[in-house]
């Protein structure tokens, strides 16, 4: 079936410093990519999408490239804030359940300290 | 205002007694599905729904139960609680599969079985 592996967490980072949080997966066909963030005490919220090939998405100040090569969707900001501190979901729905079903990661916390 | 309303947030109850967390959309929205979030172990589905009369089973759904008599309304029901369902909830909508419309998220219901 289909998974989503991302990087175990947490990842602690002074402010203004770069974050890439890996995230790679496995699933049948072109699946549809995704990161969602959980901000404490809230939902999940959308953060950025991709749904073909060396689509990007944006978002935020954030970015993730689609690369079908390296089954991969790395998410990257180039200078994180003290308000980006939250968790992050790599997720992605596929052929697998007909794109009824979000397949998610395990989550990475991000910490930014001043 | 969009928005996706679970209730309660927080519950606190004894094995066997059965509870309901509802879950209300205003969107409009055809799907809808129930996520659990347990630590490293990322969101996992246990219900979804395609629309009104119409669910199906995830990935983990033994012990819940779900209905879905109005559009907007989607309650999960546990008949016979036990404390390997102590998790947090997470409803979820979307105008129809999550492939291609965007996923709103709930606030989340903390529950904890004793």
């Known amino acids: 079936g289909d998974s989503v592996t991302q990087m175990e967490g947490p990842v602690t980072l002074s402010e203004e410093a770069c974050l890439t949080i890996n995230c790679t997966y496995t699933a049948t066909g072109y699946p549809s990519l995704f990161w969602y963030v959980q901000y404490p005490g809230e939902g999940l919220q959308l953060l950025l999408k991709?749904?073909?090939?060396?689509d990007k998405g944006s978002n935020k100040g954030f970015e993730a490239t689609y690369r079908k090569e390296t089954t991969s969707f790395h998410l990257e900001k180039g200078s994180v804030q003290v308000s980006d501190s939250a968790v992050y979901f790599c997720a992605l729905t596929g052929v697998t359940g007909g794109g009824n079903k979000l397949t998610f990661g395990t989550g990475t916390q991000l910490k930014v300290e001043l | 205002e969009a928005q996706v309303t679970q209730n309660p947030r927080y519950l606190i109850t004894v094995t066997g007694k059965k509870l309901t967390v509802t879950c209300s959309q205003n969107m409009n929205h055809e799907y809808m599905s129930w996520y659990r979030q347990d630590p490293g172990l990322g969101l996992r589905q246990i219900y979804y729904?395609?629309?009104?009369?119409?669910?199906d089973k995830g990935d983990v759904p033994e012990g819940y139960k779900v209905s879905r008599k109005e559009k907007r309304n989607f309650p999960l029901i546990l008949e016979s609680p036990s404390p390997n369902q102590t998790s947090l909830y997470f409803c979820?909508?979307?105008?129809?599969?999550?492939?291609?419309?965007?996923?709103?998220f709930g606030q989340g219901t903390r529950l904890t079985v004793v």
């Open positions: 979820a909508s979307s105008l129809t599969g999550f492939m291609n419309t965007e996923a709103f």
């Open positions: 729904s395609m629309n009104v009369e119409v669910t």
């Open positions: 991709a749904t073909k090939a060396d």
